[in-house]
Structure formats: C-alpha cells, structure tokens
C-alpha cells in the first residue's frame, strides 16, 4: 500500500470545478513534482494534502490513515511556502524550534534538533539572526529547515524557488533533492518549472485543467507524452502540419517534403491533415545528398555553448540547438539546408 | 529662491505661535499663584491634592483596562478580517470610524438608557457595573485609533502564509495569535494604547455623565472653582500627552522588525 494516497478528488469553487477526479499513490520516499501552468490545479491538490482547503469529494491517506477531514495542525506534515512565511519576529533557531515549542518538546532535545538542522542546511552559524538579516535563498533553506525540524511525514514544497534568482534556483534545487534523499522523506513539489521538475523528481504528474493528464518518470514524461497538452508544456516542441500521403507506409507530407513517421498511420486517411512534433534535440543539419527535409535557414542564435538555428521549411519552422565547436562555424540566415531527423523520434500528435 | 524660503520661515513661525504662546501664556499664568515672584506653588498644591491622586489613579486604571479590552477586541477582529473576510474590510472600518462621527454625549446616553437599573442588564446599578459600562464606552471612543493602527501592522506582514505555516507546524489559534500575529504587531498595537491612554486621561462627558470619580471631571472641577491651579492642570495634561506621543515615536523607531528584506 502507497504512503499517500489520494482518491477521487474534486474541488469546486463555487461553480467552477478547479481539481477533477485526481488519483495518486506515492511510495514511502518518493519525491513527485505536480508540473503545470499557473490554474491548473496544482497548488490547490497540496493544499487539500495539507488541509489548508476541504476537498468536495474523495479522500487522501497518510501511512493508511484518512485524514481528509483532519485540520491542517493534527496532520504532522511539514510545508514550505513560495516567499515571506518566516515569523519575522523570530530568530532563525526560533524559527526553526517553533513547530517543537508547540509540540512541548524538552528543550535540550530541541536545541539539539534545532543544531543538527542549521548543520544540514549549512547555515551552522545563522541561529541568532533574524529572516530580514537573510538572503532569499538563505531564509527558503530556513523555512526548510523549520518545515522538517518535527520530523514531519510527509513534506509539502509549493513553489519555494520561485522567487529566488536564476543561479540561486539551481543551486538550492540540488540541495533540496540532496536532502530528502538523505531523510528518506516522501515529497510533493509544486512548480510550473518544467526543468525543476525534470531534474529533481522521482516521478512527475503534469496537470492540466485540474486534471493529471500524465504520472510518470522524468525520462517517460519527456520522451513520450500521451497527450498533446504533455507534449507541448514538456520541452520546447516543434509542431508540424502536414497531410497524410500514404497512411500504410506512414508517410506525411509536409510543405513538399515526403516524411516518413515511426509507425504506420492507417488511422488517418489518406490526404487527411495531421500534426506531428519533434524535439529541438532529435533534428540536425544534413547536407548531404537525401537529407529527411530541406529548408532554408531563417536565423541564428548563438547562445555560448549552443547556437539555436531555426529553418523554414514554408509553412513550417523547426527549431533545434547544436552545440557550439570553434572548427565549424555556424550557417548563415538565407543559405538553403537539409535536416535530418530519425523515424522513430516523430510524435504523431492525435487533435 | 530667497523670497521663497522667506514666506516658508513665516508662515512656520505663525504656525508655531499660534500653538505655543498660549501654552507659553498658561505655563506662565500657572507659575504666578505666590504674588510677585514665579513658582511651583499650583503644582504643589494640585500634586499633593488627594482628589488629584485618586482621580488621576482612577483613570489610568481605566485607561490599562480600555487598552487590555480594545487588543483583545481589536487584534483578533482585524486579523481575522484580513485573514477570512477581505470583503467585510470596508464595512468593518466604517463602523470603526461611528465614534468619530457620533458624539460622546450621544453614546453615553444611549448607554444609559440600554444598561439602567430597569433594564435586562442593569449595569449602572452599581460602581463596579458602571466601571465596565465606562471601559466600555472607552473603548468605543480609542476604536478608530486601534483599529486603524492595528491594521496598518498587519499590512506589513504576509498574514495567510504566516498563519498557514504556524498551522503546518502543529499551532492552534490561540498559539498563533499570541505567539505569531501579536509579536508581530506589537508596535502598531502599542502606538494605539499610547493613543487610547492619552483619550481616556482627558476624557470628559462619559465619566461626567456616568458619575464617575476621573480625572477628565476633576479638571472641570478644579477649573470652575481655581484660578491658578487649572493652568498648571493643564500643562500637566499637555505633558502626559508629549509623553505618550514621545513614546510612540520612541516605540516605532526602536522596532526590531525593519520591513527590509521583504
């Protein structure tokens, strides 16, 4: 039996229907990321987990106990917030003995819980300070710290690094995972970052419309979304229109060019319209003698390690990224160009 | 440039003149009880006044007790508003502001008229009674004050998510009020006591017309019956009330909570 389970759930607000039918079980450990667009639902799922809002139907269990209708403060999980949730009156040890205060923990076992928590957040020497005295990402590694102190269950992280800088983000992020691997402690990241996501999560559920469109891996996720809305949010994607010209070999037609997809598409029927996408990283510049498409380069974005180029096929563009080597210079805007893409890494994308 | 500064320098000194000489002129008046020559005579003699003492010990119990009534009522009262009922803010204020728009003596009297000895709940029937109905009443009069400076606190802080991490830790209301929203309002709550403390020393109608031993009356009192001794009354008014406003400013700046770094 899974640690957390959630079953059937459904919330409205007011007529509006913001989380439908949402089915999880996460493993004891596990670290899941609810990825989506801002609205999708994510947030409010975390939210009935930390009991923060009533669910309107279903249920969710923590280690085989209901505790649907259990207030917030009896469900020992521990919750970190995207910004300003420190007590600004509060130290930061303070900070981080509170959720033990309230529990009525001896003091010199807290003072011990609250020592080995400024150690594994590497901030040892930061007890006596106060929040504002705190970088973002200092006072995010407190609030994490404060969140784990009572030895939650279950850990909550709605969006904690989305108010912090580009570098500090990345960063924190490997800390994060480093620290919940080490705790064991099973996870639930909220984040609309398809790369945080990606990177840190045992498993992903991509969120749409309150609705979990796709539960799986980082790697399945990415590789083989099941749905469009999967395909589109997850990496950047090139979509392409085309017309089916032979449905039993899976061949499409797109602005000219005879391309061949991974699997037959009898399906469709012949000259009928069809999307297929591709990943920026499956296509590369061709030029030999029968490349899969040809084009003619539209522009160059050399980013440093990575030059994007983007080629116009007609009605189509795809855009991919090569990486940069000083011996090959990169093409420029007007010069024709073939692509070349395999097979088997053409989505066909079902409208 | 010149003409400028010039207008400003006059128009500040008619200002400050028109506050201060007749403060000077009553300070001065106050000093003149022994013929001929300045001194402390008046504050002596209204110092060791015993009726001074009490009155004067009088209302500032009364003024603890409306401060210890208006955070109790107050601070839950904004907090919850912020927290739950955002719509209600305007309603809420509003009704806050009623004792700046309705007279003392307009309260007062509906007062007695509610909680007189006939009534269901007759609170006028004895001192102790009538004490409360004074608190009461005290507090009516310190809310737009209160309310508005507990608010404005609130404002600094972000209080759904500090609530809602208090409540992931393990707290209960009472816990987060006092040891989360209270802390963390504590100089706007102390600006409005000091601002309570200076309305109900000077009060005068309610304490007047509930017969009630204050200070507001005793100033009356000594005022229709003394010469010398009202004047030095009043400075000691004036200072008390210099005193609050110095403490207020003294609080907010030695507040340990900047709001830098939010």
């Known amino acids: ?351 | 440039m010149k003409t400028n500064r010039f207008w400003s320098w006059l128009f500040l000194l008619l200002g400050v003149a028109y506050f201060v000489f007749p403060l000077i002129g009553t300070f001065e008046f106050s000093l003149k009880m022994r013929r001929g020559a300045y001194s402390f005579d008046a504050y002596r003699t209204v110092l060791t006044d015993p009726q001074f003492q009490a009155t004067f010990g009088y209302s500032v119990t009364m003024a603890l007790a409306t401060i210890v009534m208006g955070v109790v009522l107050v601070v839950p009262t904004a907090y919850w508003v912020r927290l739950k009922l955002p719509s209600w803010r305007p309603v809420i204020e509003f009704i806050t502001l009623l004792p700046l728009v309705i007279p003392a003596i307009v309260v007062v009297f509906g007062y007695i008229r509610l909680y007189n000895t006939s009534s269901w709940l007759p609170l006028t029937g004895s001192a102790m009674g009538t004490n409360i109905l004074l608190m009461f009443g005290y507090t009516t009069l310190a809310l737009p004050y209160m309310y508005r400076a507990v608010d404005t606190g609130l404002r600094a802080i972000d209080v759904g998510t500090l609530t809602e991490a208090a409540q992931s830790l393990g707290a209960g209301w009472i816990t987060i009020m006092t040891r989360v929203i209270l802390p963390n309002v504590l100089v706007a709550v102390l600006s409005g006591a000091f601002l309570t403390f200076a309305i109900v020393i000077g009060e005068f109608t309610m304490a007047a017309l509930l017969n009630r031993p204050a200070f507001g009356p005793y100033l009356q009192l000594i005022g229709a019956n003394r010469a010398y001794e009202p004047a030095a009354l009043a400075v000691i008014a004036f200072g008390i009330t210099w005193l609050c406003m110095g403490l207020i400013q003294l609080v907010s700046r030695f507040s340990k909570l900047p709001n830098a770094g939010r």
């Open chain 1, 1 to 351: 039996m899974a640690f957390l389970e959630i079953a059937n759930l459904q919330k409205d607000f007011g007529a509006v229907r913001v989380v439908k039918d949402f089915n999880l079980a996460v493993e004891p450990g596990e670290f899941v990321s609810f990825l989506g667009p801002s609205g999708c639902g994510k947030t409010t799922v975390l939210r009935m987990v930390a009991g923060f809002e009533e669910p309107t139907d279903g249920t969710i269990s923590i280690g085989g106990r209901d505790v649907t209708r259990l207030r917030p403060n009896q469900r020992n999980i521990g919750m970190v917030f995207q910004a300003h949730a420190l007590f600004p009156n509060m130290t930061v040890a303070q900070n981080i003995a509170f959720g033990l205060r309230v529990a009525r923990t001896p003091k010199a076992d807290s003072d011990a819980r609250v020592a080995e928590m400024l150690a594994l957040i590497k901030l040892p020497d930061y007890g006596d300070r106060y929040p504002y005295q705190l970088s973002g990402g200092q006072q995010q590694r407190v609030a994490l710290a404060r969140a784990l102190a009572p030895r939650p269950k279950l850990l909550l992280l709605d969006e904690p690094l989305s108010a912090l800088d580009a570098k500090v983000r990345v960063s924190l992020r490997e800390e994060i995972r480093q620290i919940q691997r080490n705790l064991g402690i099973t996870t639930i990241f909220v984040t609309h970052d398809q790369e945080e996501a990606l990177s840190m999560s045992d498993r992903i559920v991509v969120m749409y419309g309150g609705r979990a469109e796709q539960v799986g891996a980082p790697f399945d996720i990415y590789n083989k979304p099941s749905t469009r809305f999967v395909a589109s949010f997850v990496g950047t994607l090139n979509i392409l229109r085309g017309t089916v010209t032979d449905p039993a070999r899976g061949v499409v037609d797109v602005d000219g060019n005879a391309i061949q997809t991974g699997g037959e598409l009898s399906r469709f029927a012949k000259g009928a319209p069809i999307s297929l996408a591709l990943r920026p990283e499956a296509a590369a510049l061709d030029n030999g003698p029968a490349p899969m498409a040809r084009g003619k380069i539209m522009d160059v974005s050399f980013l440093g390690s990575v030059i994007r180029i983007r080629v116009n096929l007609g009605q189509n563009t795809i855009s991919f990224d090569r990486f940069n080597s000083p011996g090959s210079p990169p093409p420029a805007p007007g010069e024709p160009c073939g692509i070349a893409f395999a097979a088997k890494d053409i989505l066909v994308l079902d409208d």
